[in-house]
């Protein structure tokens, strides 16, 4: 991301640091660019930010323990998604990237809001045939808790993660396997 965005700082002359764009990780990429009051040049922005972003895979590491914990969930018949603002194509050569298999992938699109709405949560919860009391929310800023109070799923912080906007949760992993204590 950083790589990235500093391109497309560089490219279209915006004075406006990583910091800043970081601080909205986890919302949609055009939801930041509202957020940072961008108005001008952002189709050209995205299309800018996810080239250098497919460009740069290879500087992207998994956190520790994610596969293993995903194939332990698998294999207890754990049902597992992925709810992320990235759109779809950048979000499947991740996971091809790293071999990650999940039951659902959801992006934000025309009729699905972004984080911090509930909308990709709740699709989810739908298309798993799942009541919310069964579902756990793990994530890692203050976007995912927001997200995640709004579909009334209970929500689990990443500490091991950005922490961005949260800096404590009632409920938090410092470890991705830790997820094994909800099932």
Not at 148 to 175: C, E, M, P, Q, W
Request: proline fraction near 2%; hydrophobic fraction near 35%; charged fraction near 35%.
């Amino acid at each position: 991301m950083r790589v990235a965005w500093n391109s497309v700082k560089k490219k279209f002359n915006l004075g406006i640091s990583f910091q800043r764009y970081f601080n909205h990780i986890g919302k949609p990429f055009e939801k930041i660019l509202d957020s940072l009051n961008i108005t001008e040049n952002r189709s050209d922005i995205k299309q800018e930010f996810d080239k250098i972003s497919i460009k740069n895979f290879a500087k992207i590491k998994l956190y520790k323990d994610v596969k293993k914990t995903i194939e332990f969930l698998k294999k207890k018949k754990v049902k597992t998604a992925i709810v992320t603002s990235k759109n779809f194509k950048r979000t499947k050569l991740i996971l091809n990237r790293f071999k990650i298999k999940v039951d659902i992938v959801q992006c934000p699109n025309k009729k699905l809001r972004g984080k911090p709405f509930p909308d990709q949560i709740l699709k989810v919860v739908k298309k798993m045939k799942m009541r919310k009391k069964e579902c756990i929310y793990v994530g890692d800023t203050k976007f995912d808790q927001i997200g995640s109070r709004k579909s009334g799923i209970d929500f689990v912080l990443a500490y091991y993660g950005y922490k961005i906007g949260i800096k404590n949760h009632k409920t938090k992993i410092k470890n991705i396997t830790q997820v094994k204590n909800f099932i």
